[in-house]
């Protein structure tokens, strides 16, 4: 049974480019979870969703980042006009859901800014 | 306002001895609580977790002891071993499918 999967694992973009990360959750697994880790830091959570719908994004900066979990495909978290401030480590996290509060962690995408 | 707090950011045990790492909380609808530990490069890799309903939990050598009224939790493993050197990050929720609130994490060195 495979984990969580991310990609890439690295990606470096210049400043004012676009960021896609993506995250496929483990088989059977219907909830997704973003997170970011800044150096020396804990995980911060940055939003929840389920099939097609965002449940929580509390913890998303409201302006250039967006995410989505389609119906066909993995989740994307997505940066957009990238400053250096985005260098970090996105990780993704999978349950599923009802019942089962333990989330799986994928290996991250490290976002480096230039 | 950290709401989950790891005051120690290392911890130095030696092989064998019983490795115990600290978590306190400030959130008091906090209900569920897991402990995750995390090599470099990696994603975290879950390893115990606890409800409100229990005040301890066994997972071979892991266990977790939950003190409601104080708000602390804590993880012990024994006997440790060198492979248990790695970041350990408490966190918690509210309610289960919640978002998770991580302390920012111990660095668990376990010495030969």
């Known amino acids: 049974n495979a984990g969580v999967m991310q990609n890439p694992r690295h990606l470096v973009r210049r400043r004012g480019q676009e960021a896609r990360l993506r995250c496929s959750p483990m088989?059977?697994?219907?909830?997704v979870y973003w997170y970011r880790q800044l150096p020396e830091e804990g995980l911060k959570f940055m939003v929840y969703l389920q099939k097609e719908n965002i449940i929580d994004e509390s913890g998303m900066p409201k302006e250039r980042f967006s995410a989505e979990f389609p119906k066909e495909g993995p989740s994307i978290l997505r940066i957009q006009q990238v400053v250096r401030g985005d260098s970090a480590a996105y990780f993704c996290a999978s349950s599923p859901g009802t019942e089962i509060y333990e989330q799986y962690f994928g290996p991250g995408t490290r976002l480096t800014v230039t | 306002d950290q709401q989950v707090k790891q005051n120690s950011p290392s911890l130095s045990v030696q092989e064998g001895r019983i490795s115990i790492l600290n978590c306190d909380y400030t959130?008091?609808?906090?209900?569920?609580f897991l402990w995750y530990k995390k090599y470099p490069a990696e994603g975290p890799t879950f390893l115990i977790s606890i409800s409100s309903i229990k005040d301890k939990n066994e997972d071979g050598r892991f266990t977790v002891f939950l003190n409601k009224s104080a708000k602390h939790l804590s993880l012990h493993i024994v006997p440790s071993q060198p492979g248990d050197s790695a970041v350990y990050f408490c966190a918690a929720s509210p309610v289960i499918g919640d978002g998770l609130t991580f302390g920012k994490g111990t660095h668990l060195i376990i010495q030969p």
């Open positions: 088989k059977g697994h219907s909830h």
């Open positions: 959130n008091s609808m906090f209900d569920y």
